[in-house]
């Protein structure tokens, strides 16, 4: 099929390695994401190859840095970005995808199950309620993707971080007014950044992009993550 040769095609072209079995869930994924984006707003972004580059393979770019048969966590996953990718790409991550949406958490079950997803969940509930359902400090990793500005990610992420974990920030281009505007959240949540990776991804141009990896030096406070209001209103 010319759509599967096209998905093998792009993630070659960003140094990204896919057997025939993952471009077809790929692609899976890309005709249900669109199918139910027709009665859900689900993404702006619609294009075939718009959707390959800049959601599946922005998704996946730094897939090689998680370990092996680590828990990762993807903290307001929207239709499933990064975390349906990332487990298309490695199967052997134990993946959550948490949605305060119950109707995206049921497009994100249908997707899980089209695709015969083993070891993820998807779980409907706010990133402040997770700790009701989730232990806190479960998590090897949790990430987020297109969710909120640094500081107020980190409340929602670094407490379900395990003490050593890391959380993994997909950001775009310009990262530094986040970064300094987050040095507070990082000292209260004892949490420091390990390391930024700029990089660009390659569709119709070249688009750059970055990735902020914060690391969990100790414990939580269990004041946090506070309720969504207080969190926007005061961010820390």
Do not use: W
Request: neutral net charge.
């Amino acid at each position: 099929m010319q759509e599967i040769l096209k998905i093998k095609q792009l993630f070659a072209q960003n140094n990204l390695k896919l057997d025939t079995m993952q471009a077809e869930q790929f692609y899976k994924y890309y005709s249900l994401l669109i199918e139910t984006n027709k009665v859900m707003n689900l993404t702006a972004i619609t294009d075939f190859e718009d959707v390959i580059v800049k959601h599946f393979i922005d998704s996946v770019i730094n897939c090689a840095h998680f370990s092996t048969c680590a828990y990762v966590c993807d903290i307001g996953t929207g239709a499933g970005f990064p975390g349906i990718p990332l487990k298309i790409m490695r199967p052997d991550l134990k993946i959550t995808l948490v949605d305060s949406l119950n109707k995206r958490i049921t497009f994100l079950n249908d997707v899980i199950n089209a695709l015969n997803l083993k070891d993820i969940t998807a779980i409907h509930t706010r990133a402040q309620e997770l700790q009701q359902i989730v232990p806190r400090e479960t998590f090897d990793y949790t990430v987020s993707r297109a969710v909120a500005p640094l500081n107020i990610l980190l409340e929602l992420c670094i407490p379900y971080t395990k003490l050593s974990g890391e959380m993994i920030a997909y950001k775009g281009n310009n990262i530094t007014p986040e970064i300094d505007s987050a040095q507070n959240a990082l000292k209260v949540l004892n949490s420091t950044i390990k390391a930024t990776e700029e990089y660009q991804i390659v569709g119709k141009e070249q688009y750059n992009r970055n990735i902020i990896y914060i690391t969990k030096i100790d414990h939580t406070d269990s004041k946090y993550p506070r309720q969504k209001n207080k969190i926007t209103q005061n961010p820390l």
